[in-house]
């Protein structure tokens, strides 16, 4: 299978994990912002989380350069830009793009800017490549719960065009989901989508939490439902769909390698998994890479990547014409 070539859908990426190396090192040269180093291959390092880190947390740190650029409407546009473009030369037709807009405030743009700015990256790449986007709001679970309004109350006026749904990323800690109830119900009543990441670090529990108490319609991992009954039945009962990353799994370690991996064992068993990067710099990666992570782990099928395709595509955040075109895009090839 070519599966640079085959029509590839992707649901989970976050922004400010998935910036060029090169566009660090050109826009820290002309803003004048100090970089451990001006050399490529120490920032890509520098930007890179090893198979080997220790946890969660010190994956979340290589976040920290990329944070440090994406603090002007110019920087955050190109960015978005260079993430759609380089999504659509590796044939992904969809892409929903996250990040957490709390984080790029340093200099003084409104949340707003900030989300406009995004769109703004996203609806250039539609333009010039074959490709279409929307955006995730994603939310830190340290942070204050009060913070979350006012991004909620910005991203209003873009549901629908361009803006889709609501998440909480970062740090996992057990009953995280109690204190995000009211901003999410507020969300969803707004009309915002609700994914959450959850169950990534070993607390299955949080995954029940996040269907029952925020409303989630999809999962950001959720590989430790195979060891909480209650939350793997809820999951496979209401079609929750489990937005899985290979390679940052294993270097998170959510999993131990990719052998164990559980996307074949879930997807078997009837649970709507997908694949996705999470990060294409932080996890030197690419969706076709991570295609080829599984193939080569569990020896899948066409047959196999296409029901995970359509998983994708009915647990998009689009409407049904969208989701019929990037149907079609597959079955066509038959
Ligand atoms: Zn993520």
Do not use: W
């Amino acid at each position: 299978m070519n599966f640079k070539k085959l029509p590839k859908i992707e649901l989970h990426c976050h922004l400010d994990g998935s910036v060029r190396p090169e566009t660090i090192i050109e826009l820290a040269k002309i803003e004048g912002i100090e970089l451990p180093s001006y050399d490529i291959e120490t920032i890509t390092n520098i930007m890179t989380a090893p198979m080997e880190c220790t946890s969660l947390n010190e994956y979340l740190e290589k976040f920290e350069i990329p944070v440090a650029i994406m603090q002007s409407k110019e920087n955050l546009k190109r960015i978005t830009y260079e993430l759609m473009e380089d999504s659509a030369k590796e044939n992904i037709k969809y892409i929903e793009i996250r990040f957490a807009s709390l984080l790029h405030t340093n200099k003084g743009l409104s949340s707003e800017e900030i989300i406009q700015s995004v769109l703004e990256g996203i609806k250039e790449g539609e333009k010039n490549y074959d490709i279409k986007g929307n955006l995730i709001l994603s939310f830190l679970r340290h942070m204050p719960a009060e913070t979350i309004y006012e991004v909620i109350e910005a991203g209003k006026k873009y549901l629908g065009d361009g803006v889709v749904a609501i998440d909480l990323c970062a740090s996992e800690d057990k009953g995280f989901c109690e204190k995000f109830i009211q901003p999410f119900l507020l969300g969803k009543e707004y009309g915002y989508k609700v994914t959450i990441h959850a169950g990534e670090t070993g607390i299955g529990e949080n995954v029940l939490d996040a269907v029952q108490m925020l409303g989630a319609e999809r999962i950001g991992h959720g590989i430790h439902i195979k060891n909480c009954k209650e939350a793997y039945d809820i999951v496979k009962e209401k079609n929750i769909v489990l937005e899985m990353c290979p390679t940052s799994n294993v270097q998170t370690k959510a999993v131990d390698s990719f052998e164990v991996h559980p996307i074949l064992d879930f997807h078997k068993d009837g649970i709507k998994v997908t694949i996705n990067t999470d990060n294409r710099t932080v996890s030197n990666t690419t969706l076709t890479k991570e295609c080829h992570v599984i193939k080569d782990n569990f020896n899948i099928d066409l047959d196999i990547y296409k029901n995970i395709y359509f998983n994708s595509v009915n647990a998009a955040f689009i409407d049904c014409q969208t989701k019929e075109n990037l149907k079609n895009l597959l079955t066509e090839l038959d």
